[in-house]
């Protein structure tokens, strides 16, 4: 048993569990439990319609902000810095805490390490990708107080060497267990992405198209979970949601594909609804243009035996074993090909791949870096 009093950083973007889309807040959905199970007194540092049971909740925002997420800087910069504002004030009550587990994209380590020593040692989480805010990582420095885990090699390999020399190790993601629903098997082949240009909806929608294959893509637009109320808002003249990358994406790139049959956009899926089609696809979709560091998705799919088509890019060459438990290729015509081969592929393959990532198993490494970092910051 860890004993172990550890404040859980969720953000100010999406509940934990997420209603839909999330992928860190699915993740910290995935982490808590275990450290919770493991002896660990957690706080979770999260927004107001948050659902995971913890020890203790910190609540500084009553909603959720991800649909201001991709907004121009001057209307959006306020918004993670009031989250931090609360908790800095909680943490002032230095001993109510060991460690700090953190997962608020820069602002989290920056406000934290500028605390030294009034706050506990903190452990940031690199969910995203590094190239974005390489002037920070290339010269931030937590002095020891502040340090980071990677969620995967092929992420730490690209990382600055300034980043890199602060990281404590690397610790795959993990995905919750699959709910007990029925799902007979389905002939679609299934996205489960939020729709951005990264994530490359209209890739996927093209090689299901030219395979014959039907495709099912559910994610939000924008943070838009209905694809009513994202129709409705557009044709009422909102310029804001207009102007978002991802709405741009969707409009150019996507929706010209979408047409209910061949190719239909469900909108964010949660629970027993993704349950059922997740488990119901052929295979799930990951032909991303970015180096996705951790992919929950993937893993997901796999511990229910569903294989992943993807392109060989960021994490998935460690996830997916190309003929095994997916297949991987950079061009659409091989994509293409791909999708004709899936009945080459043994469901339980994938299912014994996924269990080298456990949410048990995840926890036991974080909680190791905690012992670790606190082995490194005596009191």
Known sequence: ????????????????PPSGYGGIETVV????????????HVTLATVGPSTLKADDHLRPLPEPAFRSIAMPYNRVSGIAHAHMQVLVEALRDRDRWDVVHDHLEVVGPSVLAAMGRAAPPT???????LRKHAEFYSAFDGRGRVSFAAVSASQLERAPANLRRQTLGVVPLAAPPPLEVSAPPGEHALVLARITADKAQDVAARICRRAGVPLVLAGPVAGIDDPEELERRLADGDEALGAHPDVRYWLDEVRPLVDGTAVTWVGGVAGERKERLLRSARALLSPIRWAEPGATGVVEALARGVPVVGTPRGVLPSLVEHGRTGFLAAEEDDLVRHLHELDTLDPQACREAAEQWTPAGMARRYLDLYHRLLEENPA
Do not use: C
Not at 1 to 12: E, F, I, K, Q, T
Not at 32 to 40: D, F, N
């Open 1 to 16: 048993m860890s004993g172990l009093r550890v404040l859980v950083n969720a953000g100010p973007w999406l509940p934990v």
């Open 29 to 40: 959905a995935t982490l808590v439990p275990e450290l919770r199970r493991a002896g660990a």
């Open 123 to 129: 452990l940031q989480t690199l969910h995203w990708d």
